[in-house]
């Protein structure tokens, strides 16, 4: 017996009184949409190429962007604390903002979100190098960086922003969204771990320990012209990557009508559309918990280098751990998904727990065995964390969707508005244990930090990451479940998706 249709939200248009009954005529129609709706492999891989670009970006500024300010430009901790949180805070700031706008913007020949990728890639490219280049006045470098950094994350979640939300308008099957984003992910992992590694190579020279063996003075080393040139390079070497993955991005992926669009009418504003979705039970429940564990990411990756180098004696396999990491992440990303798609993605969640106790024992026992292994478990954590939020994200839409039937753009609301709380999130986590090492005597530059840096280099990479990933599991964990609309006949595509996340 079909299940009565579930009552329309309060202001949403009714269903309409006579839905035709599914039967074998409708299952027909059903497997040819599926078929209609799957993508080709060559589709799948152009779209997560796109994506490459701005994590090999991202992978290094995440790695490498403290150090550098730091030991290379020299700027003060202080400084540079307000260099990463307004970097951050304006990345965050621009995701509502890029919502806004994308979601006015009239649909092109090339689409509705391809021409903002396209038209952002320069000056990313752009922003990025001259975030890497050392000016050759002393006083107003934190100004300089500043500038350039928060540039650099506007225009990334300018790009971001719709190229995320371009899963949503490749096809109308779940199933196949799943594992678009899955490519995506694998991708966007390969460019993590092709940024840290070639970043890591080729600067590797500009930080070797016997320019501190070799000072006699207890005082900073003065950089070299070398290492402020090998920096420009490494930046150089990235900008090279935009033009060829966009290139790839816009020849193998065309992006589709939106199949939630109403055969009439605008659709909602996008305050009205925003103030719906953060209203969204499903939707704060998955951005409040991802708050935590994006953050203690973020923490983790920025300070594995600085305590590396100045709280261990692991300066010598900096590079070493970087890669274990990423290549673990990579590696696990396509087991991830299976473990998805056979147990469910609240299930899977479990793995980002295994970081914690790794965590803790790194900054316990920093030798070099007990470092890669919590290198190769970090990165496993690491993958679940990137997927998870990315893959339940499409299910929030779909049931929204249900509830809400209005006009096409809301997808972009979604998901501008998670990447603005996320980075913000962020931006509040690494502002604060950056200016906690201003506070314990953080001196630029020098051969050897105090014993109160070194105490709070091990609480930022230990004891920080754990509080906030247990907050943030405890959150995705308990907490009620919506119930799951029941089908009728208008939204049985996106009723399609099976996830013990019962956004259903």
């Not at 207890?218 to 090279?240: D, E, F, H, K």
Request: hydrophobic share 45%.
């Amino acid at each position: 017996m079909a299940a009565p249709p579930a009552p329309a939200a309060e202001g949403s248009p009714q269903p309409e009184p006579h839905a035709p009954e599914p039967g074998p005529g409708s299952a027909k129609r059903g497997r040819e949409d599926s078929r209609a709706g799957r993508l080709s492999f060559c589709t799948k891989v152009c779209y997560g190429i796109g994506g490459v670009p701005n994590q090999i970006a991202s992978s290094a500024t995440a790695f490498y962007l403290q150090l550098f300010l730091l030991d290379i430009a020299q700027i003060p901790a202080a400084q540079v604390s307000l260099v990463l949180f307004g970097g951050k805070v304006s990345g965050a700031a621009a995701d509502p903002v890029a919502g806004f706008f994308i979601n006015r913007s009239q649909r092109t020949g090339s689409g509705r979100l391809m021409p903002w990728v396209l038209g952002c890639t320069p000056f990313i490219a752009l922003a990025y190098f001259f975030l890497w280049f050392l000016p050759p006045f002393t006083s107003l470098r934190g100004l300089w960086y500043t500038t350039f950094y928060c540039l650099f994350q506007a225009l990334a979640t300018f790009f971001q922003v719709p190229y995320t939300a371009l899963t949503m308008l490749l096809t109308p099957c779940p199933r196949e969204r799943d594992s678009a984003t899955a490519y995506r992910m694998t991708a966007e992992m390969a460019g993590t771990l092709m940024g840290a590694t070639v970043h890591g190579l080729i600067v590797s020279g500009a930080h070797r320990p016997h320019r501190c063996e070799a000072t006699a003075t207890p005082g900073p080393v003065t950089v070299s012209p070398n290492a402020a040139r090998l920096y420009c390079i490494a930046a150089a070497v990235v900008v090279v990557t935009y033009p060829v993955c966009i290139s790839l991005l816009c020849l193998g992926v065309k992006e589709r009508p939106d199949p939630s669009a109403p055969a009439s009418g605008p659709g909602l504003s996008f305050l009205a559309g925003l103030s719906l979705t953060t209203r969204h039970p499903p939707y704060l429940k998955l951005v409040i918990s991802f708050l935590f564990i994006s953050a203690a990411v973020q923490v983790e990756q920025s300070y594995l280098v600085l305590f590396c180098t100045h709280a261990s004696q692991l300066h010598d396999h900096v590079q070493g751990l970087v890669l274990t990491i990423l290549v673990s992440a990579v590696l696990s990303t396509p087991l991830w998904e299976w473990v998805l798609q056979r147990f469910g993605k609240k299930t899977s969640a479990f793995g980002i727990f295994a970081m914690v106790p790794f965590a803790i024992l790194l900054a316990a026992v920093p030798t070099a065995p007990v470092a890669y292994v919590v290198a190769f478990v970090s990165g496993v954590s690491i993958a679940v964390s990137l997927l998870l939020p990315w893959s339940m994200l499409p299910d929030v839409v779909d049931d929204f969707q249900l509830q809400h039937r209005h006009g096409p753009g809301l997808e972009t609301i979604f998901y501008s508005s998670y990447v603005f709380f996320t980075k913000l999130s962020g931006a509040c986590a690494l502002g604060i244990s950056t200016l906690s090492l201003e506070f314990s005597g953080y001196k630029a530059g020098v051969c050897k930090q105090a014993e109160e840096v070194v105490v709070t280099l091990k609480v930022l990479i230990g004891a920080v990451p754990t509080c906030m990933i247990l907050a943030g599991l405890c959150i995705l964990m308990v907490g009620s479940t919506p119930k799951t609309p029941s089908r009728d006949a208008s939204s049985r595509l996106s009723l399609r998706r099976r996830t013990s996340y019962s956004l259903a």
